[in-house]
């Protein structure tokens, strides 16, 4: 993939406070008269932002006033995911009316697990068999008339790691109808690596989302919480066995039957308003479950004919603040991909407002 | 705020224990065959005082608590939609004790710290109400709480509210602030509109179960466990309903040494997870709950 960066060489006022491993900083502005222009971009290893203004125009917005060309920003870290011990901290802020693209064009994100064998040639100090836990933080600011569309790979937890992430989404209140922020975010997991025969064998992956809005005082009010736990509750005795292997409990995979994937959409704002009723409309005229074929003599359930809703297990729910969440689960990865991605580009929106590139991960 | 280890607490537990000691005596004795030495009745307990908190157990814990708890099957019916046919190993018992198991480890996971914010810090009342509500992550599940919730609030100001706010029965400083605090929380809840889109307060049960249990006088670690063990009651009283099992099967599960494991279990895992921290850990289930909307034919609400 041809990655142009369009990065200037502006001195960042954050440029003494970035220096910590794994920090990332982005500012996205609309200089006049409509030139969506990154005013600050600093990244340091093992993170590195990559970022493009593609050529395209939205053609048709759901938004009345003039929308601006999206900008592509690329999460990518050295390896392609995330090592024990590994803290990324990216923080974004869109200032009023600019759009941003987030993928992560590496595939999918790797939660390693290095052998405590191997990276201390046999000798393991004892009591030390968990590795410590990678972690991201993402902190996203939405201002005014500002949309993000984030669309990125899984995470797929290798067999025995730790991982903790908060995204974190801040969109401004004080503003209603078409001029207010816009999000969709995507975030899911897999069981692992399914070729390896990992089937929810990793000790914790913690996933929190959340929306404040903030108003003029600077006030915070939580919107929106999403947060999912999967955590394999070894206790202390087991982490000081001397034996090379864990007892595994199990208890992620018991808690994730039948599913190989789970995974959460979270939309908000006028530019995702229309997707948002599509998906809503989608769950609710879903085939009710149980029903019955009353007209003729055979008791059998009236069965659906197979399309992507069936192989998929979601819910869609308008819960508050204009919000649409959609939960999903299925078997494999590629089922719960092709199954959004048809959504996705069924419905346009995400391709009319930000352009094809936005989908790549899907 | 009353701690484990303040005076009056301690003389409490003393006095308790001394007369379970005694009747425990007086049951040996019986059932031993003994002649009861001396005194053939069970002394009186010298302080009525222990019984008070255990009075307001008493009408917590009771199923004819008017909160409409038997509306809800907190996604079991969906669950068991969701899973039929059933493979043929698996009776329709195990998979009802999965779900049990399931439905524990998740209403702990995501409402015990909100229980337990709301006993310990009353005065955040409005602000755990938020956060419940934006953490909740579907309509049904949503409205099950809010009904529930505003249920006891209603409870509270028309049963108890007159025996427990003030007199004899108040349970002390605490208490007495923890009455107030849903007195406030009651009157902005009736100040609301009920818009759709409105962010007021809402009225979830979690938060407003610990700090209607801290106005009675509960302690911290009875009131998450009432807590769990009337949502274990709730479930088995639907799967009775759902015709899943017979009463004394599900009274069996409920007096079983593994619920009573289970719930403790859970309860010590979130004793000490701040709100923040609450999370789901059984993402199936939110499946099964906001499905419950697509079911053909339902007779429970959730």
């Known amino acids: 993939m041809q990655i142009t960066s369009r990065i200037m060489p502006i001195k960042s006022p954050f440029e003494a406070s970035i220096a910590k491993p794994g920090q990332g900083n982005v500012v996205l502005s609309l200089l006049p008269p409509s030139n969506p222009t990154l005013t600050t971009l600093t990244y340091k290893y093992p993170l590195k932002l990559l970022t493009r203004t593609p050529g395209y125009v939205p053609q048709s917005s759901a938004l009345s006033c003039p929308v601006s060309r999206p900008v592509h920003l690329y999460l990518l870290t050295y390896g392609g995911g995330l090592l024990p011990g590994d803290h990324i901290e990216v923080s974004i802020k869109l200032e009023q009316f600019t759009r941003m693209v987030v993928t992560t064009p590496q595939g999918t994100t790797k939660i390693y697990k290095t052998e405590p064998s191997r990276s201390v040639k046999g000798r393991r100090a004892p009591g030390r068999v968990l590795s410590d836990k990678s972690r991201q933080t993402l902190d996203v600011r939405i201002e005014k008339g500002a949309a993000m569309c984030y669309l990125p790979d899984p995470a797929v937890p290798y067999k025995d790691s730790r991982y903790e992430q908060v995204q974190t989404f801040t969109v401004d209140s004080t503003t209603k109808g078409s001029q207010r922020s816009s999000l969709c975010m995507l975030d899911w997991v897999t069981e692992g690596r399914k070729s390896r025969g990992e089937n929810w064998d990793f000790h914790l992956w913690k996933g929190k989302n959340e929306v404040y809005s903030v108003d003029e005082s600077g006030k915070k009010k939580l919107l929106l919480r999403d947060s999912l736990i999967l955590d394999e509750e070894l206790d202390e005795g087991s982490l000081e066995d001397e034996h090379e292997t864990l007892n595994r409990t199990g208890v992620i995979r018991e808690r994730t039957r039948p599913h190989g994937i789970v995974g959460t959409l979270i939309l908000y704002g006028p530019v995702f308003e229309r997707l948002a009723n599509f998906i809503m409309d989608r769950f609710t005229s879903q085939p009710r479950i149980g029903a019955r074929n009353w007209s003729s003599s055979a008791p059998a359930a009236v069965e659906a004919p197979p399309n992507f809703d069936s192989k998929v297990t979601f819910t869609a729910a308008r819960v508050r603040a204009g919000f649409v969440l959609v939960k999903f689960g299925a078997d494999h990865f590629e089922t719960a991909k092709d199954w959004l991605g048809n959504i996705l580009r069924e419905e346009g929106t995400v391709i009319n407002e930000f352009g094809e590139e936005a989908l790549c991960c899907l | 705020m009353i701690t484990k280890s303040s005076p009056q607490g301690l003389e409490k537990e003393i006095l308790d224990l001394e007369y379970r000691l005694q009747n425990a005596k007086a049951r040996l004795a019986v059932a031993s065959g003994q002649e009861p030495s001396g005194d053939s009745y069970l002394p009186l307990p010298q302080d009525t005082a222990p019984l008070l908190s255990s009075h307001a157990l008493f009408l917590l814990s009771d199923s004819a608590l008017p909160l409409g708890s038997f509306a809800y099957s907190s996604g079991l019916e969906s669950y068991l939609a969701h899973n039929k046919p059933l493979p043929p190993k698996i009776t329709p018992t195990a998979s009802f004790h999965r779900f049990l198991k399931l439905s524990i480890t998740s209403m702990a996971s995501t409402s015990i710290p909100y229980v337990l914010a709301a006993y310990r810090h009353p005065e955040d009342l409005e602000t755990l109400d938020n956060d419940m509500d934006a953490s909740t992550p579907c309509v049904v599940a949503q409205r099950a709480s809010i009904a529930q919730g505003r249920a006891l609030i209603g409870v509270w100001e028309r049963a108890f509210r007159g025996t427990y706010a003030s007199g004899p029965f108040s349970a002390g400083v605490a208490a007495s602030e923890a009455a107030k605090a849903i007195e406030d929380f009651s009157d902005a809840l009736k ?44 479930v088995l009283s639907a799967a009775v309903r759902a015709s899943v099992m017979g009463p004394y099967q599900a009274q069996a599960i409920l007096a079983s040494k593994g619920l009573q494991d289970m719930i403790m279990n859970r309860i010590d895992r979130e004793w000490d997870t701040p709100v923040e921290d609450a999370g789901q850990v059984v993402p199936p289930l939110d499946l099964w709950v906001g499905r419950h909307e697509l079911l053909y034919s339902r007779i429970f609400n959730s």
Not at chain 2, 197 to 203: A, E, S, V
Not at chain 2, 204 to 209: G, K, S, V
């Open chain 2, 191 to 234: 100040s609301c509109s009920d818009a759709a889109d409105d962010l007021g307060p809402k009225g979830h049960f979690a938060p407003l179960w610990g700090i209607v249990c801290l106005a009675m006088g509960m302690d911290a670690r009875q009131t998450a466990y009432v807590f769990m063990l009337n949502h274990a009651k709730a």
